[in-house]
C-alpha cells in the first residue's frame, strides 16, 4: 500500500481463532448479502498464501499487524514487480470472491467478525486492507501508483515527520473537539494530501488521499458526505466509481 497508509492500517487487535468456512449466507444491514457458497474463506486463504503464511495459524497472519508489516516490506523490497505481483492476488481474490459485489458484501467487518470469529479491530483491520488493496490495485491508481512509485517513496523519505504531524494533528483534534470528527477528517485529508501533490503530481495526491478517505470512511462512516469533494485529481480520477 502507499506510503503512510502501510502503517496506519496497523490496527491494534489479535486474532484469537483461525477463521472458519461457512456455507451460509449473511445479510447487512440495507439487505446486502454476502454469499457464501461456495465458501469465501478458502479465497481469503489463498490471498494470505502468497506472503507466506500457509501452513500456520490456520493459514491466517497472527494478527492484522503481522499482516501489515509482512505487506509493507514485500511492497518496499520488490517496487513495481511487487505492484504487478499484488494486482494478480488481488483481481484472483476478488474473482474467487465471486467479484466485487459479492467482495464487497462479504468483506464488511461485521461479516467478517461473523464468518471467521475476529474480534471488532481485527476485522476492521482487514476489511480497511483489502478495500484499500481493492482501490490501489485497480486502474486508474494502480497505474498512477506503479508510474510514480518511486516518487512516493522518496517523499516518505523526505517528508515522513510531516506526514506524521498529521496523524498527530488530527489525533489532538479528536482529543479536544470529539464533536467534530468529520471536519477534524477533512483537515487530515487536506494535510496528507499536500505533501504527495507538492513533490508527485496531483494524481499521486489524489490517490494517496482516496486511500486515506476509504481507510477513514470505514471507521466514521457518517463523515461520508461532509468529505465526498475531498481527494478530487484530474478528470478521468474524479470519475473513479469506487473513489466516493
Not at 462479504?106 to 482501490?135: G, H, S
Not at 515527520?161 to 479536544?176: A, E, M, R, V, W
Amino acid at each position: 500500500m502507499i506510503g503512510k497508509l502501510l502503517f496506519a492500517l496497523l490496527i491494534v487487535g489479535f486474532v484469537t481463532a483461525g477463521p472458519v468456512a461457512s456455507n451460509q449466507e449473511v445479510v447487512l444491514a440495507g439487505n446486502t448479502t454476502c454469499k457464501t457458497n461456495p465458501p469465501v474463506t478458502p479465497c481469503v486463504l489463498a490471498f494470505f498464501a502468497n506472503f507466506g503464511f500457509a501452513g500456520q495459524n490456520g493459514g491466517y497472519p497472527p494478527n492484522s499487524t503481522t499482516f501489515g508489516i509482512t505487506l509493507n516490506q514485500y511492497i518496499l523490497k520488490n517496487d513495481i514487480a511487487g505492484w504487478n505481483n499484488l494486482k494478480t492476488w488481488m483481481t484472483t481474490f476478488i474473482t474467487c470472491a465471486g467479484g466485487h459485489d459479492n467482495f464487497d458484501a462479504c468483506l464488511d467487518w461485521q461479516v467478517l467478525m461473523q464468518l471467521c470469529y475476529l474480534p471488532k479491530n481485527e476485522a476492521l483491520a482487514y476489511e480497511i486492507t483489502f478495500r484499500v488493496l481493492e482501490f490501489e490495485t485497480t486502474t486508474p491508481a494502480f497505474d498512477v501508483i506503479t508510474h510514480n512509485w518511486f516518487c512516493i517513496k522518496g517523499v516518505e523519505m523526505q517528508e515522513g515527520p510531516i506526514i506524521k504531524q498529521c496523524l498527530q494533528h488530527f489525533t489532538d483534534q479528536q482529543h479536544n473537539n470529539p464533536n467534530m470528527t468529520c471536519q477534524n477528517f477533512g483537515e487530515y485529508l487536506n494535510c496528507i494530501e499536500r505533501p504527495y501533490v507538492l513533490h508527485c503530481g496531483r494524481d499521486v495526491g489524489a490517490v494517496t488521499c482516496a486511500a486515506e478517505k476509504i481507510e477513514y470512511a470505514i471507521i466514521y462512516p457518517d463523515c461520508a458526505d461532509h468529505v465526498a469533494l475531498q481527494c478530487n485529481g484530474p478528470s478521468a480520477f474524479k470519475k473513479y466509481p469506487r473513489l466516493h
